[in-house]
């Protein structure tokens, strides 16, 4: 069984900075891409940044310079340093990580539970 935790989220003004983080736990064989996505009410999931294995980043256009991601594979950990945010930002945040549980098993997408931010004064 595998867990996504992630923490940080919260109420911050316009103009402000949060850090988001999430750790993965359980029995996993390998893990390759990590990445954020968010859901804002109305609209669908879209993604906001993600990070291979390698350290390879992607950013949605409307984050690029204002968000950061990184990892720590030794601890299967994925971050979300995120500045400069604006109302447009609030959404509900989600950790995604593509893993393998055991060798020669394709790997699977796993979901953390969300974690709430809300950008307004």
């Known amino acids: 069984q595998v867990q996504l935790v992630e923490s940080g989220g919260g109420l911050v003004q316009p103009g402000g900075s949060l850090r988001l983080s999430c750790a993965a736990s359980?029995?996993?064989?390998?893990?390759?891409?990590m990445g954020w996505y968010r859901q804002a009410p109305g609209k669908q999931r879209e993604l906001v940044a993600v990070i291979s294995s390698g350290g390879n980043t992607n950013y949605a256009d409307s984050v690029k310079g204002r968000f950061t991601i990184s990892r720590d594979n030794a601890k299967n950990t994925v971050s979300l340093q995120m500045n400069s945010l604006k109302p447009e930002d609030t959404a509900v945040y989600y950790c995604n990580a593509n893993l393998a549980l055991t060798i020669g098993r394709l790997p699977d997408d796993y979901w953390g539970q969300g974690t709430q931010v809300t950008v307004s004064s």
């Open positions: 359980g029995s996993i064989f390998s893990m390759y891409a």
